[in-house]
């Protein structure tokens, strides 16, 4: 049972693609995350469960959807993103933003409303405190973080839509599985598997430590 | 009659109903390229009609199909790799090996025609002049029988492909169309799959009617001898019904009504030979 040779090369630009968009999803997830918890606005409920529904969205739906953006018959066709790793960045950042900032809303609104009246009093800016508010809850927040990454990495339907999976430059570990199995190289899909699922583990072991440190 | 046992009653009831013995299911594994066509949507039913088996069409690619034989995970085959079904046969995987229909791989490009191929009558030619000019050509690579035959031309003219322009895309015959497509890139295609899809593409037939072209598919009975559970009668009723000349007759015409022309041609009963393969 041979590897493919570029195994390497595949595990390599998987984690570049689902840790970018992941980090995406972070950067404007934390943040709207926050606004949907602790603002007071118009719709705000209504928003939250968009937001809750998009959890739930299936990959290949949020797939096709961008596919028909980026193809050349869509709107965004002279980008020419379509089939390139960008496409599935993109793909993948609009499939695990929604659980970021669901399982974020979630985690700041289970804080005891009484540490924001005493953050106040104590003279905390409104940046101070919502800074504070996250260090309180860093558990949650990295669980979501975890979650974003979790639904990401181990999707195939959006990656092979978006990006083709062309050998070399925008194939990763669930594609290359994906081949292997319709090749009937069964040994060698499950190899891949097993390997994504280490990376996944390692990357989690390592929020997690993360996550847990002073908490004993 | 206590109300406590009228319930237990009630389920064992509903179970014995549920247990009635149903005629075994017939996995035929085919491929991408076959079940993309839409031949089978039409024929299977016509089968399962006439011969009471449920039939469940698994698409897959051609190795997979292959090596689903191999462990016993199908009981009938529909597939075109022919150097590929040898070796199962010789193995001793596979029971009867029949001939059923053919149809033809074409290139499709972009209307440009960039290497200059349009209307060339040799296969080996166009992929020369495809490799000479370094321009954009998608493969199947994924060992199917399409990228086995695609490999075989490229072997016949001594090139081994491998330039910037020249990617894998690793999927079905749909998939790696809408990438040609996309790319404005030549592919070498099944003529059924390119007529099914056309309306979504930006691709035109460049080259057709080589001999090297022809696409030929056989209809396998996996052997029994090596596992227990194979449906063996079901895969032979299968393979007599795809070469029963009722079966052939719609074969010859499926496809003229929707495209002009018939996706596939009937070959039952004759020689591999006399289509020049093995």
């Given amino acids: 049972m041979t590897f493919p040779p570029e195994v390497l090369q595949i595990t390599i630009l998987s984690l570049q693609i689902s ?43 949020v797939g096709l959807f961008v596919a028909m953006m980026l193809w050349r018959s869509g709107p965004f066709g002279d980008m020419n993103l379509i089939y390139t790793p960008m496409a599935i960045i993109i793909a993948q950042t609009v499939i695990s933003a929604p659980v970021v900032i669901g399982l974020t809303a979630a985690a700041l609104q289970s804080l005891d409303p009484r540490l924001r009246l005493q953050l106040y009093g104590l003279g905390a800016s409104r940046w101070q405190m919502i800074w504070a508010l996250w260090r309180e809850a860093r558990l949650p927040l990295l669980a979501a973080l975890m979650a974003g990454f979790g639904s990401v990495i181990s999707e ?38 097993i390997l994504l699922l280490t990376i996944t583990f390692l990357v989690n072991w390592a929020l997690t430590w993360i996550q847990q440190r002073g908490e004993e | 009659m206590k109300k406590i046992t009228l319930l237990p009653l009630l389920i064992l009831a509903l179970i014995t ?22 031949l089978l949507d039409l024929l299977v039913p016509i089968f399962e009609e006439q011969s009471g088996y449920t039939v469940q069409t698994i698409a897959v690619g051609t190795g997979a199909a292959l090596k689903m034989a191999e462990e016993g995970n199908a009981d009938v085959l529909l597939v075109h790799a022919p150097s590929a079904e040898k070796e199962l046969m010789d193995a001793g ?9 053919h149809n033809d791989f074409v290139f499709v490009g972009p209307s440009n025609d960039p290497a200059s191929i349009r209307s060339l009558t040799s296969a080996g030619e166009a992929l020369v002049n495809i490799s000479s000019s370094q321009t954009g050509f998608v493969s199947r690579g ?19 492909p491998a330039w910037d322009g020249y990617i894998e895309s690793g999927q079905g015959m749909g998939a790696t169309l809408i990438i040609a497509s996309e790319k404005q890139a030549y592919t070498m295609t099944d003529r059924a799959t390119y007529l099914a899809n056309q309306d979504n593409l930006d691709l035109e037939i460049m080259v057709e009617g080589d001999e090297v072209l022809l696409n030929v598919y056989h209809v396998i009975t996996v052997n029994p001898d090596n596992w227990e559970n194979i449906n063996y009668k079901g895969a032979l009723a299968f393979a007599e019904f795809m070469t029963s000349d009722e079966t052939q007759a719609l074969i010859k015409e499926f496809g003229i009504e929707e495209y002009g022309q018939p996706l596939f041609f009937s070959d039952a009963h004759k020689t591999d030979a006399e289509l020049g393969v093995e």
Wanted: glycine share 14%; with cysteine; aromatic share 6%.
């Fill in chain 2, 17 to 38: 109903a549920c247990a009635q013995p149903a005629p075994a299911p017939l996995i035929l594994a085919t491929t991408t390229s076959t079940q993309d066509s839409g």
């Fill in chain 1, 19 to 61: 840790a970018l968009a992941t980090g995406i999803s972070l950067l404007i997830g934390l943040p709207l995350g926050t606004l949907l918890a602790l603002g007071k606005f118009w719709g705000r409920s209504f928003f939250l469960s968009i937001v809750n529904t998009g959890m739930g969205l299936p990959p290949v739906v």
């Fill in chain 2, 93 to 101: 995987f596979g029971r009867d090996r029949l001939l059923v229909m």
């Fill in chain 2, 142 to 160: 994924d060992g199917s029988g399409t990228h086995k035959k695609e490999r075989a031309i490229w072997s016949s003219v001594g090139i081994s």
């Fill in chain 1, 156 to 193: 195939v339907g959006a990656s092979m839509m978006v990006g083709g999976n062309i050998r070399h430059q925008t194939r990763v570990l669930t594609t290359a599985i994906v081949l292997e199995t319709g090749k009937g190289n069964f040994e060698i899909a499950i190899a891949l598997g």
